[in-house]
C-alpha cells in the first residue's frame, strides 16, 4: 500500500471516532457478526469471484454502512454511458463510491438490511465524501455529498433516512411546522372572530400565555359576559398583570411591568374578543384561543431545556406575514432558528458566560443561548444535582440579557424568556444606543476613585441587528457596524461577539462604515466572516455574512482571520414551504465549526486565511483564488466549451480568425 493511501485510511479513521465507531471492521472483516462476514462471499471487486474485501464497515441503528476510499480525489466515482454508476469491472475496483456500492449491493442482496455506501477520495485537506443508499434487491440511489460522516452515527442516521432517502421533512422543522400551522388557524380565528391586525394578534398570545402560566386552570373561568362581573379579557389580563407582578417572576422595576401591562391592555375592552359567539359553541374568540394555546403550545414553549426553537417568534413571524407585512419597514428580520443555535455554536457560549442581545427582537438568540448553557451544565454537573440545579437557576436569573426598543417585539422576547424560565427577565425597552454601557454592564461607579468597578460584565454577543436604518446623514449612527461596535464595546476583554448583518455592511461603501471597520480594527479583533446561503433568509432578498470578533484587544498585524464560504450549508427552498434542510446540515455545520474552532484544514474554495485591513472588503469572494490544479474533468469540459466556441465562429463565417496563419508571414491573421 503506498503512503497516501494509508494517509487516506488514517483520515476515515479520525471522522469514523468523531462519530463514535472506534472499531470499524476492515478488510477481511473477520472479526465482524457472522451475517456480515458471510455476505461477503464470493463478492470480490474483482473477476475472479474470491471474497469480498471492504476497507471499513459498521453497524448503525439498523443499518449497515460500507466505505472505501482512494487517495486521489479524480477517483470518487464513475458513471457509465447512460449515467449510471458503473458497478462493472474495473470502474468498481478504480472508484471509491463505485466499490462502496458494488459491496453495499451484497449486504443488503443477502441480509435484507438497508445499506448506506460511502465512497472517501482524497486527503483530510482536500476530500470528496459521496454517499448512496442500497435497499435489497433495488437500485442503488444516490444521495447528496457528505462533508463528514456525522449523520451516519447510530443517534442520527434514522433522521438522516427519513429526510435524504424517504423525502420526509427534518424533525426540527416538522415541529415547526406544526407551529406554523397552530399559527394559520389562530390568524384566521383573530381575523374572522375578532378582525385583529397582524402585531396585535402575537401581543395577545403572549399575555394569553402568560395568564396561562400563573393560572392554568383559566380556561375554567372564562365563560363570557357577565352581568355584574368581569370580561373574559379582564380575567386574562389580570391573571397575567398578576403574574408579572408576583415573586415568581421576579420582573423588575416596576415600569419595566407597566411597560408591558401596556401591550395588553387592549384585550379587557375589546368588544369582539368578549363577545360570545354562535359559530364558536358559543364562547367568547378569548375563551377559544386560549384553548388552543393551552392544548398545543404552552408545553412548547414552556421547558427551557427542550429545543431552542423560538415558537412565539414564529408566531410573530406568520402573523405579520399573514397580515402582509414582514416587518421590513422597521428593518425586522427575523432569525432562523438554525442560525440562531449555528451563532451560539460558533462563540461556544457555555453555562459561565453572561450572554447580551443588543437588538434582541423575539429572543430567539437569548433562547438559544439558554438551550446550549443548560446543556452544559447537565454535562458537567449531572453527578450533583444540588450543584446543578443553583447553576440551573444562575443562568435563568443573571446570565441572559436583551435590549429591544420596539414594543411589540419586546412584549413577545419579554415573555419568551418568562415562559422559558428565565423569571428576572433582564430584558430591557429601550434605545441601544441611548443605554449607558456602564449601567447595562452592571458596574458601580467607586466615589472614592471616580473608577468604574466591573460588574456582572458579559461574556458574549448574539445579534441581529435592523437592516438598511441608515438611509442618510442623520441615520449613519444606526448602520449594521454602528451596533456592532458598540456591542463589542460591551464585552469583557476577549469576550466573543457573533453578528449576521448584510454582506454590504463588510464593505466599507460609506465613509462613516469605513471609519467604523478602522475604528473596530483599532480596539477589536476580526476572527472570521463567514459567508451565508443566499436563501438564509429566504423572501427578504438580503445576502449575509456572519463576522466574529474578539473584544478588547487590536486586530494583530499578521492575524491570518479566516474567509468562509458557506453558501452550501444543507439547507434549500422547498416550493410552499420555505427553507428546509436536507438531512445532511449537521455535516455542513460540523466541517464548519471544525474547521474554525479546531483548525481543520481545507480548501481555498472553502476557507481562505489572510491578513486583513479595514480597507479591504471582509468577505470570502474578495480573497479566493482558485489555486486548485485543474482536473481531468475541468480539461474535458473547457476542451468543449472550446470546441463549441469555435464551431459557433465557423457557423457565423469568422473561422478565418481561429489559427490562421499568413502564407507569407506566418503570422496569425
Known sequence: MRVNEKTTDQFVRRILREIGITAP????????????????????????????????????????????????????????????????????ATHALNGAVHYAKYFA????????????AGNETLHDLTIAFVAPNSVPRLIDALDNLENLGPDKIEEYYRVKVLGELPREEREAREVRAVAADLHEAMRNYASLEGERKATLVSAILLALKYRPNLLDDLIGEQKGGYKDGEKVYKAAKEYLESDLTDFMPK??????????VFIKSHVLLNKKNNNLGDVTPLHKYTETLKADILDAISQPGNSSFDVLGSFYGEFVKYGGSDGSALGIVLTPHHITELMADLIDVNADDVVVDPAAGTASFLIASMNRMFRDAHARYSNNAAVLQARLEDIRKNRLHGVELQDKLFAIGTTNMILRGDGKANFQRHNFFDLDI?????????????????????TK?????????????????????????????????????????????????TREDRELKERIMRHHTLDAVITMNPDTFHGVGVHTVIALFTAGVAHPEHKQTAFVNFKKDGYKVRQHVGLVGEGNEDSYKQRLLSVLNDGVPADTHFVVRSEVTAKDEWQHSYFYFNDQPPTYEDFLRTFADYLTWETDMHAHGQGGLIGAESASDGELQ
Open 255 to 264: 415600569q419595566k411591568v407597566g411597560a408591558l401591562l401596556d401591550q395588553f
Open 25 to 92: 471492521y476492515e478488510q477481511s472483516i473477520a472479526d465482524a457478526p457472522k451475517y456480515l462476514y458471510d455476505a461477503m462471499e464470493g463478492a470480490s471487486k474483482g473477476t475472479g469471484g474470491g471474497r469480498g474485501k471492504p476497507e471499513f464497515v459498521f453497524e448503525s441503528d439498523r443499518f449497515i454502512v460500507v466505505i472505501e476510499d482512494k487517495p486521489e480525489i479524480d477517483f470518487s466515482l464513475l458513471y457509465d454511458a447512460d449515467d449510471q454508476l458503473d458497478l462493472s469491472h474495473p470502474a468498481r
Open 461 to 509: 454577543v448574539l445579534i441581529n441587528p435592523p437592516y438598511s436604518q441608515s438611509k442618510n446623514k442623520e441615520t449613519r449612527h444606526l448602520s449594521e457596524l454602528s451596533f456592532v461596535s458598540r456591542a463589542l464595546d460591551l464585552l469583557d476583554v476577549r469576550g466573543r461577539l457573533a453578528a449576521i448583518v448584510p454582506q454590504s455592511a463588510m464593505v466599507g461603501k
Open 109 to 120: 442482496d443477502r441480509t435484507g438490511k438497508r445499506v448506506f455506501a460511502v465512497g472517501v
Open 438 to 458: 456602564h449601567e447595562l454592564r452592571g458596574d458601580v461607579l467607586d466615589p472614592g476613585t471616580g473608577t468604574w468597578l466591573s460588574g456582572h460584565g458579559f
